[in-house]
């Protein structure tokens, strides 16, 4: 099936630092959505995007969807120690017969060092 | 909006044995999803609900598995005859119109 490839794997900061990371696709999507996952809990959503070119912010998150609809990215700025964990992109195909199964990256590890 | 809840939150049976997970989903939400997710991956698409209905399922979804939400309300997930390899975190999620969906915090299957 469809895969997104998320990167970097791995993150290790310092507190204080920006963050990037970024998720492309073979395929075109309609919506991509950007979570974090802490140890033992489901992901939390963090911003959606449904439009090509589109900016939103949330606090210290700012996503983009990226123009050609392969891809996303996301910044962290000013990390602080709390924002360790799992990001995970996901996305929505276009063009098929899903009712909203989304497609997950694989996922990038934040450590953040105070 | 109390969010989605999952139960139990961890399970340890043994192989060959049936095990359901139940989901609750944010109350106005209509559309009801099941994923699951093996370690150092993201969560894969099993099935997804509208209402009651079934409307599509992953060749994930073994005839072993089955989901149901009989009410539109609540769904089950039943494993029947569980195999080692159905050790993961069963993630439960849910979604109004929009497709943002929001995650319940997991059921931790370990098969033993």
């Known amino acids: 099936g469809q895969q997104l490839n998320q990167s970097p794997q791995s993150m290790f900061i310092q507190e204080g630092e920006d963050v990037s990371m970024n998720c492309t696709s073979s395929s075109i999507f309609n919506t991509w959505l950007w979570y974090k996952q802490d140890p033992g809990e489901g992901p939390v959503l963090l911003i959606a995007l449904y439009k090509a070119g589109e900016l939103t912010s949330n606090g210290r998150l700012t996503a983009q969807f990226g123009i050609t609809r392969k891809d996303s990215f996301l910044n962290i700025s000013a990390s602080i120690p709390s924002d360790v964990g799992i990001y995970f992109c996901a996305g929505l195909e276009a063009g098929g017969t899903s009712y909203g199964k989304l497609t997950f990256g694989q ?3 934040l450590t ?3 | 909006d109390t969010g989605v809840s999952q139960n139990p939150r961890h399970k340890i049976t043994k192989r060959g044995q ?7 989903p944010i109350s106005e939400h209509n559309r009801l999803y099941w994923y699951r997710q093996t370690l150092g991956q993201g969560p894969e698409f099993l099935t997804y609900f509208q209402n009651e209905a079934q409307l599509e399922k992953s060749r994930l979804l073994s005839d072993r598995f089955s989901a149901e939400r009989p009410k539109g309300s609540f769904s089950t ?3 029947q005859r569980t195999e080692q390899g159905d050790s993961a975190m069963y993630l439960c999620a849910s979604s109004s119109v929009s497709y943002e969906q929001y995650f319940g915090p ?3 299957l370990t098969v033993t």
């Open chain 2, 18 to 24: 049936n095990v359901t997970f139940r989901c609750d």
């Open chain 2, 106 to 108: 997991g059921t931790r």
């Open chain 1, 107 to 109: 996922g990038t590890i």
């Open chain 1, 112 to 114: 953040v060092h105070p």
């Open chain 2, 77 to 79: 997930l039943e494993i």
